[in-house]
T-cell receptor, first 118, second 112 residues
Framework: EAQVTQNPRYLITVTGKKLTVTCSQNMNHEYMSWYRQDPGLGLRQIYYSMNVEVTDKGDVPEGYKVSRKEKRNFPLILESPSPNQTSLYFC?????????????????FGSGTRLTVV | GQNIDQPTEMTATEGAIVQINCTYQTSGFNGLFWYQQHAGEAPTFLSYNVLDGLEEKGRFSSFLSRSKGYSYLLLKELQMKDSASYLCAVRDANSGYSTLTFGKGTMLLVSP
């Protein structure tokens, strides 16, 4: 089954304790992205990757790191989590088709990771 | 940058029709998407428009006017399970073909 798999689904951690949220896709997608979703603010992009070893900042990258060493994996790293990073996180992937070609479904999303930092 | 606006909340009655509007401002428009998101779950794809006009898919239709920077999602024969948040997202060619910017979402509540 084509899917994006995130782990863990739920995580409660303490301020300053490094954590990694994993994301893996089995669709051979070039493009992967991380979003956070907060009430009243919607989905905001943290980082994205156009392909292996190519990553770039989104709208809210502060406090986060990512890596793209393999095409299928795109982990999100919080080196020193703080309470303002409490949020619902989504990983997403897509093909990067040339303009006007291919099926257009935008992203396939993972099931989400609800992170609480206390 | 991009600016995407949609109403925060809407209510409707089971069996009725509802239209959710979305306006956007972007320098390199390259497609508009609608997603449905139930509480605590991942967004799921509903529709895609890149040319002006109406795209119909069962009970859901989506309309786009590029000159007006305007789209709407039309839901017919509403069912209780349609209670969800509806997200408008715009793809900007200047940001890469796959980067989507999302509106804040419209929470739709369908009542009996």
């Amino acid at each position: 089954e084509a899917q994006v798999t995130q782990n863990p689904r739920y995580l409660i951690t303490v301020t300053g304790k490094k954590l990694t949220v994993t994301c893996s896709q089995n669709m051979n997608h070039e493009y992967m992205s991380w979003y956070r979703q907060d009430p009243g603010l919607g989905l905001r992009q943290i980082y994205y990757s156009m392909n292996v070893e190519v990553t770039d900042k989104g709208d809210v990258p502060e406090g986060y790191k990512v890596s793209r060493k393999e095409k299928r994996n795109f982990p999100l790293i919080l080196e020193s989590p703080s309470p303002n990073q409490t949020s619902l996180y989504f990983c997403a992937s897509s093909l990067s088709p040339p303009r006007g070609q291919g099926p257009q479904r935008g992203y396939t999303f993972g099931s989400g990771t609800r992170l609480t930092v206390v | 940058g991009q600016n995407i606006d949609q109403p925060t909340e809407m209510t409707a009655t089971e069996g009725a029709i509802v239209q959710i509007n979305c306006t956007y401002q972007t320098s390199g428009f390259n497609g508009l998407f609608w997603y449905q998101q139930h509480a605590g779950e991942a967004p799921t794809f509903l529709s895609y428009n890149v040319l002006d006009g109406l795209e119909e898919k069962g009970r859901f239709s989506s309309f786009l006017s590029r000159s007006k920077g305007y789209s709407y999602l039309l839901l017919k024969e509403l069912q209780m399970k349609d209670s969800a948040s509806y997200l408008c997202a715009v793809r900007d060619a200047n940001s890469g073909y796959s980067t989507l910017t999302f509106g804040k979402g419209t929470m739709l509540l369908v009542s009996p």
